[in-house]
Structure formats: C-alpha cells, structure tokens
C-alpha cells in the first residue's frame, strides 16, 4: 500500500524538532529576551483546532515553571465583536499552522495595540499573524499535506516550551527540550497494537489526561474523529468523574495518558474505577489494575513527556484510520486551511 501523507509527516516529527531547534534559535532568544522586558503578569493565548491544543499544553507549562496565569482568548471577541481588550504589561501568544486565519490574526493584531507583547508561533513566517505581531517563532517543519496536523502540532508546542525554557533560563527544561529529537525517534516507533484491535470497529471513546496531558487528550480526541470517524471525548481524568463515567459500561473504550508527574496517581485511581466499571482501559505510565499498558518512551522532564506521547499517538492513529478504512489524509469535509472569521 502507498504510504499516506500523514505517515511520512509523522516520520518526520523528529527531523523537523531538530530543524525548530536549530533554525529557530536565534528568533527564541529574542522573543525571550522581550518576555523578560515585559515581565508578564498575565499571558493570553488565541488559537483554533490543533493550534488550540498546543496552547492549551503552553497554559500547563507555563503556568507550572513560572506561575503566570495563562487564558485563552477568543478570537472572535476582535473579529466580529470588534472589542479591544485591556492588556498593558501582558503577552499574547497566537498559535496558527497557516497563519492566515482572519480572526487569528485580528485578535494579534489587537493585543498589540492593546498593550500586549504579541509573539506569533506559525510555519509561515511572512503570514499575515507574523507581520501582526511583535515576535515570530518559525516553526521550521516543512510543508505538512495531510489535513490532520502532526508535525506542525508537535513543533508548535516545541516552539512555546523552547521560548519558556530560554525566558524563564530553566537549565533542567532546556535540556529536556534538546533531548526531544532523539526522544520523539522513539515515539514513533511505539507499538500500541492492543488498542489498535480493540478501536477497530469502535464507535466511542474516551481520552483522559491531566495538566499537560489533558492537553493532548484533547488532540488525541479530535484525530479519532477526523481520521478514524470515533466519536472521542477528551475529559480530564478529575472532570470525567463529574457526569460523563456515568455512559461508561461495559467494554466502553477508555483511553488514559498518564504521565510521570504529580497527577499520575490520581489518574491512575480513575483509571482503576473505570476499569471496575467495565471499561476498557488502556493506559500509559503505569500499571493498573484491570487495565492493559501500552509502552511509552522513559526518563523524560513531566514537561516534555506529554509531547513525546502525541507523537506514539500520532503513528498509532495513521495505522488506525486505514485498519477503518479511512484515507487519514482527506478527513470528509474537511481542508488543511481553515480561514475563519
């Protein structure tokens, strides 16, 4: 079989973080440089789809390494509402593929005016986002033809945690950040053949995950709809037990991203109540009881080690989607670029 667009570009996820960290390190630098001028008491971030889960991730990080609060904004509150936000002393960071979405950019363009410093993280930097903001982040991850973003999600969230690391002069987190190439080689080469069988013909799911990986619970949910055709919900494994574990019966799928960080034990007790409830269960970095394991790469800052699971992830969905029956690369309805208003 021909190999699908989004199975190279997921092969590339590693090529690609290394090219960010090399190409892009000059415009990290400066773009922290100005972060500490600023001294942000409060980050907003604007984004949409995949870009929003990549800022939803950079809320966690940053509101863990240096306790700022972080907000998403939207955008539509400058683009059809046409109202300027207070945001003297604050940052503002727009996260687009294209960066050619009109309400992205209007809403960068009016944090600046603002008063915000307006860092843009995009794969184009001469887009219409990049001239509307103060900063840019090329992401550097070459052209990405598969609808469903991977690569540019993967280096979207490198370019935040590159920028927090360099801003807030974290040596633990830098180093981290270095070693993700090498640690993402290892992610796409995963076996998650056991969920693999058990998703097959299945036509719900849920995704949970805490702090970061809450973050890319929520990517995990929308590539199992928009390649796979399940319908997944992603929950935080505290908020799934506020209503929704109530529809979770017998052989319900259950997908739980435990990282190694100070979550994970409450994960894991979701995870066991659930499996008691006769889920199905399936769940990374630790063992739990009633459910099956799925390998996950070892040893990494609880920072980065949400990013290097999306990328198993990312390899194991492609092989999904075509198990379904699907063309991975041409989701139905759907166009790589989506321009809203």
Not at 108 to 120: C, D, K, N, P, T
Not at 311 to 331: H, I, K, M, S, W
Request: aromatic share 4%.
């Amino acid at each position: 079989m021909t190999q699908t667009h989004m199975a190279r570009e997921v092969a590339e996820i590693p090529e690609a973080a290394a090219r960010f960290l090399d190409r892009s390190r000059i415009a990290v630098v400066a773009a922290a440089a100005a972060l500490r001028r600023q001294n942000p008491g409060l980050i907003a971030t604007v984004a949409r789809g995949s870009s929003d889960h990549a800022a939803t991730y950079l809320k966690y990080a940053i509101e863990l390494e240096a306790g700022i609060p972080v907000a998403s904004v939207g955008p539509s509150i400058a683009s059809i509402y046409r109202r300027p936000l207070r945001l003297a002393g604050a940052a503002c960071i727009g996260i687009s593929q294209s960066g050619r979405s009109p309400d992205i950019v209007e809403m960068m363009r009016s944090a600046g005016e603002g008063g915000a410093l307006s860092i843009a993280i995009t794969n184009h930097a001469d887009s219409p986002m990049a001239q509307a903001s103060a900063q840019c982040l090329p992401l550097q991850a070459g052209e990405e033809r598969s609808v469903a973003a991977t690569k540019t999600f993967v280096t979207s969230v490198l370019a935040g945690l590159s920028l927090l690391a360099e801003w807030r002069e974290d040596e633990a987190l830098r180093a981290a950040v270095a070693g993700l190439p090498a640690a993402l080689e290892q992610a796409v080469k995963l076996d998650w053949a056991p969920l693999s069988a058990r998703l097959s013909r299945a036509p719900s799911a849920f995704v949970l995950g805490r702090g970061p990986g809450f973050a890319v619970a929520n990517e995990a949910a929308l590539k199992f709809k928009e390649t796979c055709g399940i319908h997944a919900e992603s929950y935080s494994a505290a908020e799934v037990l506020h209503g929704p574990a109530a529809i979770v019966q017998a052989h319900f799928p259950v997908l739980a991203l435990g990282i190694e960080d100070a979550a994970l034990p409450q994960l894991c007790t979701t995870a066991e109540r659930l499996a008691a409830q006769g889920a199905d269960v399936f769940v990374t970095g630790a063992d739990v009881p009633g459910a099956t394991r799925l390998p996950s790469v070892p040893g990494l800052h609880p920072i980065v080690a949400p990013l290097v699971m999306i990328a198993a992830f990312y390899a194991f969905v492609e092989g999904l989607a075509r198990r379904r029956g699907f063309d991975p690369d041409t989701p139905p309805h759907l166009r790589k670029v989506t321009e809203t208003v």
